[in-house]
């Protein structure tokens, strides 16, 4: 801190350099806790990949580790990730967007005061009890009308994912629809477009930053998904994208070798921290990607 910092920062009150303290104490321990957790995930890691080379580890289809045979690729794990991620994206963001469309644009202030917290009580629902709802109520519906699925599979589970990521789209979407200034939407009104007109081409595109911002919290959210998977999915890593069969996550592998089975410190119980940085790396890239379709987004908007 240079001279003249250190004599404004002693100049402040008390209570306020108390509160810039603690502010800087919080902010180092969420990178302390960071860093932390990426050297263990890479500590652990470099053991597994001294053992099992990473052409193994990238290049085989089947991962049976805790088998007699062992094959150590991520694939399977990574395929029933996305599979299920990809569902439940593709039942979440329509039903969050529109859902937020229509608390900020169409609900009136007394009604947006009722539903929003109904829609918000979702998130705090257990996931296991999504898990146990998606395995005892939505399969057995689903089992109706699509032939060949599972008990276990990964359709119903993408399915109740996507409704416990659904409160997290509409929620922040619809706290950055409302925070667009009234006056964009008068001039659009004013210029003769409809009220659609000007929420699709005027309101939407103004708030993308934010919505951008609920969807990628939402994926990640679905990504590190545990409970439902580990209940609803079954514990059959697969290289499959067919929804109906069986499939296992990454996350419920992790929670299958830490169920105290595996003994610590042997290859098998390693390969958690391999598969845990497998998901950290897939996390950072999903971040990454959808930062760069949001610069590019708000770009053209702007133009």
Known sequence: MSGGHADLF??????????????????????????????????????????????????????????ADKHFGIWPLLSGTLLTTAIAVAVGLPLGVLAAICLAEFASPRA?????????????????????????????????????????????????????????????????????????????LALGGSRVTTIVKVVVPSAFSGITAAVILAVSRAVGETMIVAVAAGQQPRLTLDPRVPIETMTAYIVQVSLGDTPSGTLEYQTIFAVGLSLFLLTLALNVISQRVRGVVTGAARR
């Open 112 to 188: 947006r005061r009722v539903l929003k917290p109904v829609v918000e009580v979702l998130a705090g629902v257990p996931t296991v009890v999504y898990g146990t709802f998606a395995l005892t109520v939505v399969t057995p519906l689903l089992q109706r009308v699509v032939p060949g699925l599972s008990g276990f599979n990964a359709l119903g589970a993408g399915i109740v994912m996507g409704i416990m990521i659904f409160p997290i789209i509409a929620s922040i979407s619809e706290d950055a629809l409302s925070s667009v200034p009234p006056t964009l939407r008068e001039a659009a």
């Open 10 to 67: 002693a100049k402040r009150p008390l209570s306020e350099r108390v509160a810039s303290g603690l502010l800087l104490a919080t902010a180092l321990v969420s990178v302390l806790t960071t860093v932390g957790i990426v050297v263990v995930l890479l500590k652990q890691s470099l053991s597994f990949f001294r053992a099992v080379p990473l052409a193994a580890f990238l290049g085989d289809t089947q991962w049976t580790p805790l088998f």
